[in-house]
């Protein structure tokens, strides 16, 4: 299912359908969310888009690997029974107005919608337009697909949480279905810009889940911990949120849905990550 028009093939059908969208170039972290799709719904569907609204000038659009080849078969051999890579036409018929771009999704989400703390900070600081991007494909993709349920990995929790509250706000009959974070042997998050990273960087980057599981740990001891990494690695944030509002903790919170959010570059590479904080 490569075009528009193939998208009828789900109308009327028996059973659940599912969709996971992603932009390519699948890792293990996708397959696992397509696995998970696939345990639990009758029809799954897989997007492949490089979605460019939500990449910012001078960000890695260009460059941002494409094998849809590969990734076709790899999503068809985990059990997906649909894929759709649709052109950016078909996603965003009045492309490159953003404010067309709205309007073709059916309603002008991002002018709608008030995501509050969910966007003021960290990415939705950093990447302006990032989320307002992520909000427009996802909701065009759940028209278009019109699923009863998407898989979205925790590693973009963030994005995760805009999109939950999206839903939310918007009343659609879609429930986002959470899936952990898939890590590579030595805990290093999967993530399709792992690839861009040489030899040495890729040795550096394991730093990064040692020092979210040590601030998890301190977190969950109720104490505080080091905000800052080694100097070859340039963090964005390293920080504790609450996992609802995504606003910044002190010590001594109480809060029962705690998450620690790192962003930052290794290299050239800028690599995400979080860690859950157990209270119990």
Known sequence: MNNLSDLDTLTGQLGTVALVP?????????????????????????SIFVNPTQFAPGEDFERYPRTL????????????THIYAPSIEEIYP?????????????QPVDMQLVFGTLTARWEGELRPGHFEGVVAVVKRLFDLVQPDYAYFGEKDYQQLRIIENMVQQLKLPVKIVRCETVRDENGLALSSRNRYLSEAE????????????AAAAASEAGQNFASTLDSDIRVDYLVAVDGQT?????KGYDSAD???????????????????VSCT
Request: proline residues 3%.
């Open 258 to 276: 705690i998450r620690i959010l790192f962003a930052g570059y290794v290299g050239t590479t800028r690599l995400i990550d979080n860690v859950a």
């Open 69 to 80: 080849d590969d990734d076709i078969k790899a999503a068809r051999a985990v059990g997906a």
């Open 202 to 213: 890729y040795a550096t980057a394991l730093k990064i889940p040692l020092v979210l599981t």
């Open 94 to 106: 009045s492309y490159p107005d953003l404010e067309a771009l709205r309007d073709s999704s059916g």
């Open 22 to 46: 992603t932009m390519g170039a699948l890792h293990e972290g996708h397959l696992s969310l397509i696995r998970s799709a696939v345990a639990n719904c009758d029809k799954v569907v897989v």
């Open 246 to 250: 995504l606003e910044p903790l002190e």
